[in-house]
């Protein structure tokens, strides 16, 4: 941006005065040439008038003499020139001659003026055309110059006057016309520089119209500038409001964020531990009526589940934060295993499921199964949800199909409730239902159908709904899926009849990254239980490191560690040469918001285990990546993902989770689990006093660390209370409530003593009486 | 050669040219009317000559005219060779003649192919005078004491009658013909001698001017100076004779010229010669 341009020091001459000057340097030049212009005319106009006299006392001399000069009367030529000179004072001379140039008369007084002041003339004297003589006349132009230039003189003065006159009503009309109303102009457009609030400028009638029309660039300028300011004004206002709104927003948007990691964090594992206990109640001798009462529990938790996990994704569609996944997978498989998951809901209605698959669908293709099977999912649980009594048929087919891509088509037929049409419009909008009736009637969030719809416009297609009311609905929806080979696929989606404990080879290679040394014991012990080895490191960059050196055929990586977190590991595994480059990474983290695996997947991971680790889980997933494996039935209830199947009872009163030391029994040994225990102590501890250390030092990096990793550990041994504070402190630190931080963690030490105490005495105890055994 | 040949031809042809341009000619004629009348009178037949001079000769010849102040000028002029030709009263030829007598006449005046015009005597209209011989114990005006008819042949004409200066009451010479005519009319001499065309002018005018008696007079004679050569002479004669320009003449009131012999002035030498038996 140039800079304002500076008014000069200079001094400046006002523009009358300089007019006044100019002028007046006009009027000397105009004096200046007319007087040299006027001399060299007057100098003619002299000579002119000499020649003119002369001629003139010629012609009257003539007149008089010529008689007298034809009979050369001399006498009488002498009086005639004698009177001539007399009368004629500028005559200095008159001399008459024959025509042999014999004199006939001369008359002359004294010279008394310089010879350049003379002028001499010569006539000849004819009549009839002879010539009888000559006559010379001399003139003094002296008087008659002085004449002239006395006349010229006034004359020039009476011009100067005028013109000095002229030029001085020259200067007053303009200063009146131009420059007063210039000053004015500049006067209102210096006060309109220093404050825009001005009445509008008026010239006098007399303005010209040019100055008129700049009087009106300035009006204008100055109702602009007023509108400006105002805008401005509005602007700041508008803006203030913006950032008050932006920062609620922010604020808003954080307080959500958390919310969501709440949801995510503390809502659903409870609900997991109800539906636990009330599976495991199921299992103990009820009467009809408690079986009846704990299925309508159990059923409750489980919508509630889902309800909670729809709002989290709409949440996430929201804020454009959903990302879809693009991996091989079994299209057949896929349909198959969401059947089978529903199928049991089915039958408990007494209706039919059928599904068709279309023979010329590809059997294999990329795309995001899991949210695939999340539409089917809600889609068939609608059905059975609306549907009385009859069947629910599901036809897959091949919509469009080129080299790289197809259209697959799905519909889902119900014979159910069906709906009016006055209702079909709205179906696929957020927290639609039918009706109120059904609300009471059919549980739900109302977000099913308008998530299924987000889902399928990401996928490049289309949903949509016929119906009937009383002879049921069909809903259809078409995605986008691209070709592969079997090979490329490598999302193993297992039957649903096939489903079982995994138990990978025996003769694999696992590498566990785990800084902390109690989660490196539960998995150890969790993998030697399946009889599988696996070598430890602490952090990402010995991961790295060990991965270049040995051959392993898989790696369980955490993902917060020191020196390298496992992200940057996964990555820097990636730039390595094939084996080790394409070695499968699977996740370990207590991050279990919806999305981490996306973020996991594109650092190059290939699967993710939350913690609490579940040992089933492990296995299949270690099994899957591996392709090397044995399949053993297994009950039903570890099926389920970790998710969604988390008995454990959290309770942020309880100092110890007896349901976390009963799956740690499960998923590892009775005789080992106080062994882990103990050991799980005796890190802590080293975590509490570095905690403490940081809160002494200020350090919040290093709270924010160690409490992470003290809360992963206490979760994952049952201390449940230490895990929920260590949470919250990890959570002030990240959201920098350095304040409340500090406040947290000063009660951390007590309630970590109390919870290592008490941990203590259960692994004093043993876990070997009845009360930890669970049915297999 | 050739180059200096053309210069020698062409400088003799500017001297020749010079040499042409010096036929000049100097005419006299002495202030019978105002001088500028005179100029006015002559020059128009003095430039016919020149151009018929020129063209008869082959030579450029200027003419310029002389006017002298009085008759007896004019004579001294002519028999002093001053002027080459002059025109002049018969009265003054005929002293000038007795002055010089190798004057040669050149031509005679025509009037209406006479060589003869008249002189009147004349009175008042209402004067008891009608004819010469009442006239005596009268006062007379006369002319120029030069004049031709203003006194030679008037006072001859009184003489012939036996008037003499001495029956006259008073006489007077006026000078001018006009003056004559007017002095009489105004009744300031009971008579008086002019030529005719002057008493017709003032009698147009309306001068109470009355004829009583008419005598003849030789028109006047153009005279060379002794001076001038015979080529000239004859040339400037021939052209004189040949003039017949109407308007130059009309000027002169007159129809042409006619040759001129000494002899045709006789009666003037005689009217001269007795002068002397007026008084």
New interface residues.
Partial sequence: MKPAPQPSTKRRWPLWSQMALALVAALLVVNLITVIFTRHIVSDFTLDQVEEISRSSFALLTATA???V????IPLLETIAAHSLEKTPSMISLRMEN?QGKLLAQQSRPQTTADDKIRSYRYAIK????QFGTLNIRWDIQPIETKINNHVIKVQLFISAMLILLTLLTVILIYWLSIRPVHRITHYLTLLSKNSQQLPLKLPVFTSSELELLSTSANELSEMMQQQVKRERELLSTREELLIAHDEALSANRAKSGFLATMSHEIRTPINAILGILGLLKDTSLSEYQQQLVQTGRGSGELLLTIINDVLDFSKMEADKLQLEYSGFNIHHLFAQGIEILKHQADEKGLTFILIMDPGLPRYAKGDPDRIRQILINLINNAIKFTASGCITVKVSLLKDNDESFSLHCSVQDTGIGIDEDHLAGIFDEFTMVDQTHSRHHEGSGLGLAICNRLVNLMQGSIYCESEPTKGSIFSFSIQLQHIQEDECTNITIPIAEVATIIPGRDIRILLAEDNTANQFVIKNMLKYAGLQVDIVANGLEAVEAIRNLPYDIVLMDISMPEMDGLTATQEIRKYPEPAGKLPIIAITAHALSGDRERFINAGMNDYLSKPIDRDLMLNCIARWTKDHTIHQHDENSLQHSDTDNLQAKNEDHYVDEQVLKQLVRDTDAEIVPEILLFYIEDAKKRSQLISQAITEDNFKALEFETHTLGSSAAAHGNEKLHQLARKIEHSCKQYNLKQALLEAKTLSNVANESFRLLAQYANKGFKSDNWKIKE | MKTLLTITILLFSLTSITAQADVNLKFGVY?SD???T???MF??IL?ILEQEMTNKIGEPVNI??H???SYDQGINDLVSGQVDFARMGPASYITSKEQNSELQLLAMESKKGKKVFYGIICVQDQSPINKLTQIKGHSFAFGDKRSTIGRYLSQYQLAQQGIYARDLSSYEYLGRHDRVGTAVGAGQFDAGALKESTFKKLKAKGVKIREISRFPNVTKPWIASSNLNKKLFSTLKESLLELTDVTALKVLKKQGFLSASDDDYNIIRKSMLSNATFF
């Fill in positions: 010529i008689d007298a034809i009979t050369e009367d025509e009549f009839e055309g002879e | 202030t105002k001088p500028t005179m100029v006015k020059r128009p430039n310029t005219l006017v002298a102040k």
